[in-house]
């Protein structure tokens, strides 16, 4: 390749770097410039005392505490839906599928992966309707049928990630405990889950954060403003990203306005901190593995 | 008189309609080395694969013909053998050493683990056995629990070899199991395989010519995917 352009190409991979980091520092410095001033206790908790929010001994009525309440159970849920499954489903794509079968099985995993988040959240309300009409009168677009719909949109995240680094283990990984008489089983559970694990948790790291910001699926299963802390599965519930999207979309008061950037850097909050942890157990895994006594 | 160990009629094998093995035929002997020499590429650790059905993991693979283990007095086809008491029977060591990242201890008594052995106190006593025949016993002894990756590129081919032994297979199959060591660990692995002869019988695919020469009781070259006595 002839130096021009070597030196292009190297210009634009800088620069590329340069505007993407760029792009989320001025996002988040936005948020920030205009999110901290209205950023205090009462915009979280309201007139009631932040202890008795926080024991569940009175429900916050003005205040973003139970948003922040039913996104995190939200992630959680979705997130504990979802990873058996896409875990169980990746494990099969990589060890078990026949190569024949692998094309279509990726086919439907594309197709999930593709379909706009406002369907899977129609298919939730569908989900919810059905129920209502032959399971129970009860059942209505609920925490639980948003839950269902949001794992569903983040299987996909899960299963390749678990698929792609199961398959990029070296062969002489795969086959260790098999050349001692280990069965597949075996094979999966002593040796290769572990070589795995923080491959399957950055699956997982990818599945909080869609979790954490979809609103077209929970708008249409359950979400509603001013429904507090969800009691259980089949309660309604709040959410930081509808709030968001509520209070932007039809603000009264500018005060309105900044109440909604404050509630972004909330939401930002939550996901740092699910990030974090995240990253922490995937170090722990893969240091675990590494120095296992 | 020594007696046959593993007979093989006929073995073809196929990676994706391309024929690797062709009509393979011979005999392996008891309780004795057999070296497969033979050029890069040629389809010898696909035979030694073929041995203990490790090929079975790679897809778009196919073998036709027959190969017998003598178990119990009697030849049977390790294609009806399940497969995890064939490779219990067969063990296999591999030209990278190999061994998982845990602990010396833990990585010798893997196979127990596997095979359901939960008694502490067997454990223990077969992996120091196991250790001591591969001599590696008087170098780990103090090190059993740190992590087997930071032992020695040599260490941990014995490592290796010890967790092939500790299930004591009937057969041991190495796959140029001194070509990543330096000269010394090298003959120390020669060593241990002369001495392992007495207790089961030994197949090794090896590039070394003087180490293999002096430790083997018969050389066979792969050549134009046929067997050859060297």
């Given at each position: 390749m002839?130096?021009?352009?070597?030196?292009?190409?190297?210009?634009?991979?800088?620069?590329s770097?340069?505007?993407?980091v760029a792009a989320?520092?001025?996002?988040?410095?936005?948020?920030l410039?205009k999110?901290?001033?209205?950023l205090?206790?009462s915009?979280?908790?309201g007139e009631?005392s932040?202890?008795?929010?926080?024991?569940i001994?009175?429900?916050?009525?003005?205040g973003?505490?139970p948003?922040?309440?039913?996104?995190t159970?939200l992630?959680?849920t979705s997130?504990?839906?979802?990873?058996?499954?896409?875990v169980?489903?990746g494990?099969y794509?990589?060890e078990?599928?026949?190569t024949?079968w692998?094309?279509l099985?990726n086919?439907?995993?594309?197709?999930l992966?593709?379909?706009p988040s406002?369907?899977v959240?129609?298919?939730?309300f569908a989900?919810?309707?059905?129920?209502?009409k032959h399971l129970s009168?009860h059942?209505y677009?609920?925490?639980?049928?948003?839950?269902?719909?949001?794992a569903?949109?983040?299987?996909p995240?899960?299963i390749?990630?678990?698929?792609?680094s199961l398959?990029?283990?070296?062969?002489?990984?795969?086959?260790t405990?098999l050349?001692?008489?280990?069965?597949?089983?075996?094979?999966i559970l002593?040796?290769?889950?572990?070589?795995n694990?923080?491959?399957i948790?950055?699956?997982?790291?990818?599945?909080i954060g869609?979790?954490a910001?979809?609103?077209a699926v929970?708008?249409?299963?359950g979400?509603?403003a001013m429904?507090?802390i969800?009691?259980?599965?089949?309660?309604q519930?709040?959410?930081?990203p509808?709030?968001i999207?509520?209070?932007s979309?039809?603000y009264n008061s500018?005060?309105e306005l900044?109440?909604g950037?404050?509630?972004s850097?909330?939401?930002?909050?939550?996901?740092?901190?699910?990030f974090?942890?995240?990253?922490?157990l995937?170090r722990m895994a893969a240091?675990?593995f590494?120095?296992?006594? | 008189?020594?007696?046959?160990?593993i007979?093989?009629?006929?073995?073809?094998?196929?990676?994706?309609?391309?024929?690797?093995?062709?009509?393979?035929?011979g005999?392996?002997e008891?309780?004795?080395?057999t070296?497969?020499m033979?050029p890069?590429?040629i389809?010898k650790s696909t035979?030694?694969?073929?041995l203990?059905?490790?090929?079975?993991?790679i897809?778009n693979?196919?073998?036709?013909?027959?190969?017998e283990?003598k178990?119990?007095?009697?030849?049977?086809?390790?294609h009806?053998?399940?497969l995890?008491?064939l490779?219990?029977?067969?063990g296999m060591?591999f030209q990278?050493?190999n061994?998982l990242p845990?602990?010396?201890?833990?990585?010798v008594?893997f196979?127990?683990?596997l095979?359901?052995?939960k008694?502490g106190?067997v454990?223990?006593?077969k992996?120091?056995?196991?250790?001591?025949?591969?001599?590696?016993?008087?170098e780990?002894?103090?090190?059993?629990?740190?992590?087997?990756?930071?032992?020695s590129?040599?260490q941990q081919?014995?490592?290796?070899?010890?967790?092939?032994?500790?299930?004591?297979?009937h057969?041991?199959?190495?796959?140029?199991?001194t070509?990543s060591?330096?000269?010394?660990?090298?003959l120390?692995?020669?060593e241990l395989l002369?001495?392992?002869k007495?207790?089961c019988?030994?197949?090794i695919v090896?590039?070394?010519?003087?180490?293999?020469?002096?430790?083997?009781?018969?050389?066979?070259t792969?050549?134009d995917?046929?067997?050859?006595?060297?």
């Amino acid at each position: 390749m002839n130096r021009p352009v070597e030196y292009t190409i190297t210009f634009f991979a800088w620069i590329s770097g340069i505007i993407l980091v760029a792009a989320i520092g001025m996002l988040i410095s936005f948020l920030l410039y205009k999110g901290i001033p209205s950023l205090n206790l009462s915009l979280v908790f309201g007139e009631t005392s932040p202890l008795d929010a926080l024991l569940i001994r009175k429900e916050v009525v003005d205040g973003l505490f139970p948003a922040i309440v039913g996104t995190t159970l939200l992630v959680l849920t979705s997130v504990i839906l979802a990873i058996p499954v896409g875990v169980a489903c990746g494990i099969y794509l990589a060890e078990y599928c026949k190569t024949r079968w692998k094309p279509l099985y990726n086919f439907f995993i594309d197709v999930l992966a593709g379909i706009p988040s406002i369907l899977v959240g129609l298919f939730g309300f569908a989900l919810s309707v059905f129920l209502h009409k032959h399971l129970s009168e009860h059942i209505y677009p609920c925490f639980l049928i948003s839950s269902l719909a949001l794992a569903c949109l983040v299987l996909p995240y899960i299963i390749r990630t678990t698929e792609q680094s199961l398959g990029n283990l070296p062969f002489s990984i795969k086959t260790t405990a098999l050349s001692l008489g280990a069965s597949r089983l075996q094979n999966i559970l002593f040796v290769l889950i572990p070589h795995n694990l923080s491959g399957i948790i950055s699956g997982i790291i990818l599945a909080i954060g869609r979790c954490a910001e979809d609103t077209a699926v929970i708008m249409l299963t359950g979400v509603v403003a001013m429904a507090g802390i969800p009691h259980s599965l089949l309660s309604q519930y709040e959410a930081l990203p509808f709030y968001i999207f509520h209070v932007s979309s039809s603000y009264n008061s500018q005060m309105e306005l900044m109440k909604g950037f404050g509630a972004s850097i909330i939401l930002l909050a939550i996901c740092i901190c699910l990030f974090t942890i995240s990253n922490i157990l995937k170090r722990m895994a893969a240091n675990r593995f590494a120095t296992r006594t | 008189m020594k007696k046959t160990k593993i007979k093989i009629n006929g073995l073809n094998f196929f990676y994706q309609q391309k024929a690797i093995l062709k009509k393979l035929e011979g005999e392996f002997e008891e309780r004795a080395i057999t070296t497969i020499m033979g050029p890069s590429g040629i389809g010898k650790s696909t035979f030694l694969m073929v041995l203990n059905r490790l090929y079975e993991s790679i897809p778009n693979c196919r073998v036709e013909g027959k190969v017998e283990l003598k178990l119990d007095g009697r030849y049977i086809d390790i294609h009806k053998l399940p497969l995890t008491t064939l490779r219990k029977k067969v063990g296999m060591v591999f030209q990278i050493p190999n061994p998982l990242p845990m602990s010396v201890f833990k990585n010798v008594a893997f196979p127990l683990k596997l095979s359901g052995i939960k008694d502490g106190r067997v454990i223990e006593e077969k992996v120091e056995k196991a250790l001591k025949n591969a001599f590696l016993w008087d170098e780990v002894k103090d090190r059993l629990n740190d992590s087997a990756l930071q032992l020695s590129g040599g260490q941990q081919q014995r490592l290796c070899i010890a967790r092939a032994m500790i299930i004591e297979p009937h057969v041991l199959l190495l796959d140029e199991p001194t070509s990543s060591l330096d000269m010394e660990a090298a003959l120390k692995i020669g060593e241990l395989l002369e001495d392992l002869k007495q207790k089961c019988t030994l197949i090794i695919v090896s590039h070394y010519m003087d180490l293999t020469k002096r430790i083997s009781d018969r050389v066979l070259t792969l050549k134009d995917g046929r067997l050859e006595i060297s």
